[in-house]
């Protein structure tokens, strides 16, 4: 099943956002205690309802494919349907990424009218830790409610959860729950320390964690696999589990958990930062990657240049475009698969390690370490400021492996 995203071969001849994430707001009606933009008030400055069809223009100019837009909460800012319906018209295929925790029947209609084609719930776990997480009681079962909503008017729904020591032993059970609620795509990914996250440094996964968590996902996503043939649906609107871009890499499971139902099989091909995504926040600031931290990445303000030179001339987005490994570094450095996966994640790497380029939630890495009969521990050193997609710094400590393992939090 191709998507709008696929890439195409022209795409290659140059750099161009094909998927955009877009931050309307950062006013949200969650507090999370793992958010990453510190989400909550809007910021003092955030762009007009002009200055956001203007970049929309600009998205549109520069051959984007897909925006998702994002908080927040996109649907609190009450503009929210113009810029949808301006998009839509305009050829891209919006869709949205949201707590759901107000995304009503009536708002699901506004949206589906205005043409919004796919809807991203974020479900992190059973509901004691899913509210734990989100900080807010009746979390859970409001963004049940807002799948059940989008689906009963016809949008695909998907949802995204963030893998942390609270919740890395309950994916079966978010699994079978989802799986009942015509997801089509299940997208898990690692929570990283930015943003609140990284007040709470006993939440993120030791390294090593990362071989159970996706032994967990590929045995899960066999099973949805072989239920879907028997159950006769077809591979584009089957239950699929489909990696984050932060969950890695080249160990056994590669192939199954980052190939689309229906596609060729796909592999992890390195950071598309600044080279095929492209990242707004509300204040008018671009990065390369919405997830990126704002500080090393911001490549300018669509208030001061506009978005179109941005994007041609930013260096903070262009370090994706002829990257080869001179900034690997660590284990990364001399890995086999260097060449083509590049470390990884940007981001990850960077708001745990200070840098990119070093990334040790990786499979292959842990897998190598584990039969040498070592082990990576990470130690906080560095605490965030506090600001929006800020981060701190870990150190990596080898050990044995056969030490006792700092077995993660139940919730």
């Not at 090593?208 to 077809?234: F, N």
């Amino acid at each position: 099943m191709k998507t709008v995203r696929t890439l195409r071969p022209e795409d290659f001849d140059q750099a161009r956002p094909v998927y955009t994430v877009w931050e309307l707001t950062l006013r949200c009606d969650h507090a999370c205690a793992h958010c990453g933009s510190r989400a909550g008030a809007a910021r003092s400055d955030e762009l007009t309802t002009a200055e956001l069809l203007e970049v929309a223009a600009s998205v549109v100019r520069l051959g984007t494919r897909e925006v998702t837009i994002i908080g927040g909460e996109a649907y609190l800012r009450p503009d929210v349907y113009e810029i949808v319906a301006y998009l839509h018209n305009a050829g891209v295929r919006v869709t949205m990424q949201t707590g759901g925790m107000a995304f009503t029947a009536e708002r699901a209609r506004r949206f589906f009218e205005a043409g919004l084609a796919a809807i991203g719930v974020s479900v992190d776990g059973p509901p004691a830790i899913h509210d734990l997480l989100r900080a807010r009681p009746g979390s859970h079962a409001a963004a049940i409610r807002a799948l059940e909503n989008a689906h009963d008017l016809g949008m695909i729904t998907t949802v995204n959860t963030q893998v942390n020591r609270l919740n890395m032993g309950h994916l079966r059970e978010t699994c079978e729950l989802l799986r009942d609620k015509g997801i089509r795509v299940w997208r898990p990914q690692l929570t990283v320390p930015m943003g609140r996250a990284a007040d709470h440094p006993e939440w993120i996964l030791e390294p090593w964690h990362i071989l159970e968590v996706m032994d967990t996902l590929a045995a899960l996503q066999v099973e949805s696999m072989k239920d879907a043939r028997a159950r006769d649906i077809p591979p584009g609107r089957a239950f699929h589990v489909l990696a984050g871009n932060n969950v890695g890499y080249f160990g056994p499971h590669e192939q199954l958990l980052r190939s689309r139902p229906g596609a060729t099989e796909s592999w992890w091909t390195g950071c598309s930062a600044g080279k095929h995504v492209l990242g707004i926040e509300s204040d008018g600031v671009v990065k390369g990657c919405p997830s990126l931290p704002t500080a090393p990445y911001a490549g300018g303000n669509v208030r001061d240049v506009s978005l179109e030179q941005i994007w041609a001339t930013a260096p903070e987005l262009a370090f994706t475009r002829e990257r080869g490994t001179e900034d690997l570094w660590g284990f990364c450095k001399g890995c086999y698969y260097a060449d083509i996966c590049k470390g990884g994640c940007s981001f990850t790497s960077h708001c745990t390690l200070g840098k990119r380029g070093n990334n040790p939630f990786c499979y292959h890495r842990a897998d190598t370490l584990r039969k040498q009969g070592k082990r990576e521990r990470l130690v906080s050193v560095v605490k965030p400021e506090g600001l929006p997609y800020d981060f701190g710094r870990f150190e990596i400590v080898e050990e044995a492996w056969a030490e006792p393992a700092i077995e993660p939090t139940a919730g």
